[in-house]
């Protein structure tokens, strides 16, 4: 299939292209690339047919043309380069006619970016699914992927003493040139995958659907949803905003309304769409439940079925409804953290050997650029990738917290008056104020508990490598101020509780007051009530007060936890013996560095939790 030859034998296995044969290049990278093509057009024109996806109609729709354009020359390329090699056009290593890989690689090219056309042309039409939109997108990056591996093939393989550069390669130009193009749309132009000032809602049912264009323009809707990817990895949309703050002060008619996914209406639906699922499946899982029950009972573990089957499990899980509504994006930001976390531990690998090459008086030039290099690049995309990271999870816990909020106004408005009697309005103040400002901030710190961890593994492992078992120090003081952090927790911890207990008290009494504020005035119970109110107040300032003191006493703790590990890992490792280099004290400064803020932020994280 591949065609070997001598050509092939005494070129391709001395490497002099690369360790990658044309026929793997082919074979495995384009034509797989080419079935994927296959299978998410499937999935996309699908989604296009669907009449159960909203619709939406494009209102710029030259871009749209362009994109059209380039893929039929995207088609077209491809069979024209085939027909140069049927033809014999091109004269080829491997001997007379055309290897079978070459011709199944353009054939599977050329339908890939036929079904591309296809389905550029049904987004073309007026209803068009909001869903779905980064598939094409995802696909041009991919394909352009790897047609820059064949071009690397290509430029190597021309450049050979004798070959010279003919009609096919240039026509390949050409046709990497359309895919290239392709990808660039595919990153400034890109719709997001819901409703944005790029689109105009259309009724599903619309007949004239695709007859239609255009709409009210949305100006005043937060550009961040339909920025480009670059704008949004530097924010760069933010420009106008700063700029007006700059030259006078931001008012409220300066700030952006909220994007059409961000508003609480739209978020109140995603989540009760998940929260009714929930619902509709207790019956089935009770159902499920109590067969497992009576099939252990009959087999004589009846007990331990029992035990299994827990009524609370059998429930609609708010959980489950959070993480279908929120997770997607929630799992993007733990991804994004990962990235950031490795991107700092460049600095200390790179100035370990920056170091090295300082001290070699032979070492060549280029390696100090190059390590240089490489340390603003990681600072530079950690950086990148933090912001990113910050900007996710924040967005997270404030939808989170508004769809909670939401919820919470929306069952206390339909309680009956007997489910008023356990629901005091102390109570839901608390799950409002308290509760889902604390899952505010869980969105926001979750990722940390599994981050800082694998942050605190990696440097130590890194650090016994500079310090030898002196490393091992650090995890010691670690492990020793894991019991102290849980007293102060579980202390922390008690503290809140009985000052939320306290604040429930003095919402529900001032309730009670006001409600019955013409039998007070009656009967002059003015003063009586307001010392009332003033020592339940008195009580509350005291668990606070507790609790603010023992919350800076854990801060300071906190904070002298990395200073601590630092000076004792070096004292241990000067009394050893061993002699504190250059190389050995800033490699280990920068790992403390990376070590600092996991170690400062997992305790805060899990008091917060507790």
């Not at 009760?272 to 009972?297: D, F, I, T, V």
């Not at 933090?386 to 069952?411: D, H, N």
């Amino acid at each position: 299939f591949c065609t070997k030859s001598t050509w092939h034998e005494e070129v391709f296995n001395g490497f002099a292209f690369g360790e990658l044969t044309p026929c793997f290049i082919d074979v495995v990278i384009l034509t797989v690339i080419s079935v994927v093509f296959y299978i998410f057009c499937a999935i996309r024109l699908g989604q296009l047919l669907s009449t159960r996806n909203g619709k939406v109609r494009l209102r710029s729709r030259w871009v749209h043309v362009l994109k059209m354009v380039a893929a039929v020359c995207s088609v077209a390329l491809p069979v024209l380069r085939l027909n140069v090699k049927l033809s014999g056009s091109d004269a080829s290593p491997y001997g007379p006619g055309t290897p079978p890989f070459q011709i199944v690689s353009m054939v599977a090219e050329a339908l890939a970016w036929l079904l591309a056309t296809v389905v550029l042309a049904f987004e073309y039409r007026a209803t068009v699914t909001t869903h779905g939109n980064w598939i094409l997108r995802f696909l041009f990056l991919f394909m352009l992927s790897g047609h820059i591996v064949k071009l690397d093939f290509l430029i190597l393989l021309y450049r050979q003493p004798g070959a010279s550069y003919n009609y096919y390669f240039y026509l390949y130009l050409v046709n990497f040139g359309t895919v290239a193009f392709n990808a660039l749309l595919a990153m400034v132009y890109w719709p997001r995958d819901y409703i944005t000032v790029a689109y105009e809602p259309i009724p599903i049912s619309d007949p004239h659907a695709s007859k239609g264009r255009g709409g009210a323009e949305a100006d005043d809707v937060c550009p961040e949803h339909r920025a480009g990817p670059v704008a949004t990895l530097f924010f760069t949309w933010m420009n106008p905003l700063i700029k007006s703050g700059y030259k006078s002060p931001v008012t409220d008619d300066d700030v952006w309304s909220l994007a059409p996914p961000d508003r609480a209406e739209s978020l109140e639906e995603r989540f009760y769409r998940h929260w009714n699922k929930e619902l509709l499946l207790r019956p089935r899982r009770q159902n499920a439940g109590s067969a497992k029950g009576a099939a252990g009972a009959a087999a004589g573990d009846g007990k331990n079925n029992k035990k299994k089957v827990n009524k609370d499990k059998n429930g609609p899980s708010l959980l489950r409804a959070l993480r279908r509504t929120f997770g997607w994006r929630f799992l993007l930001g733990g991804f994004i953290k990962l990235l950031n976390d490795a991107s700092q531990f460049v600095g200390p690998l790179m100035l370990q050997r920056l170091i090295r090459y300082v001290s070699d008086p032979d070492a060549p030039v280029y390696q100090g650029y190059l390590f240089a290099t490489v340390i603003f690049l990681g600072q530079f995309f950690g950086a990148l990738a933090e912001c990113q990271y910050f900007q996710i999870v924040m967005r997270v816990g404030m939808q989170v917290r508004s769809t909670l909020t939401q919820a919470v106004f929306r069952k206390s408005s339909t309680l009956t008056h007997e489910g008023r009697r356990d629901k005091s309005s102390g109570k839901i103040a608390n799950l409002i104020s308290a509760d889902c400002e604390n899952l505010l901030m869980v969105c926001q710190n979750l990722h940390v508990m599994w981050s800082s961890p694998l942050r605190i593994i990696i440097s130590i492992y890194m650090l016994y490598s500079v310090l030898q078992w002196a490393a091992f120090v650090s995890l010691g003081v670690l492990l020793i101020m894991i019991p102290v952090q849980k007293v102060v927790v579980g202390k922390a911890a008690t503290l809140l509780k009985g000052a939320l207990k306290a604040t429930d008290e003095r919402v529900k009494l001032v309730n009670e007051v006001m409600a019955s504020m013409n039998v007070v005035k009656c009967y002059a119970w003015e003063n009586s009530l307001v010392r009332r109110i003033g020592e339940v107040r008195a009580g509350e300032l005291s668990w606070l007060r507790k609790s603010q003191i023992l919350k800076s006493f854990n801060f300071s703790l906190i904070s002298t936890i990395p200073i601590l590990v630092t000076v004792v890992t070096f004292g241990v490792f000067v009394a050893a013996g061993n002699e504190l280099t250059a190389e050995i004290a800033f490699t280990a400064l920068s790992l403390f560095g990376v070590l600092r803020m996991p170690l400062f932020m997992l305790p805060q994280v899990i008091s917060q939790y507790i």
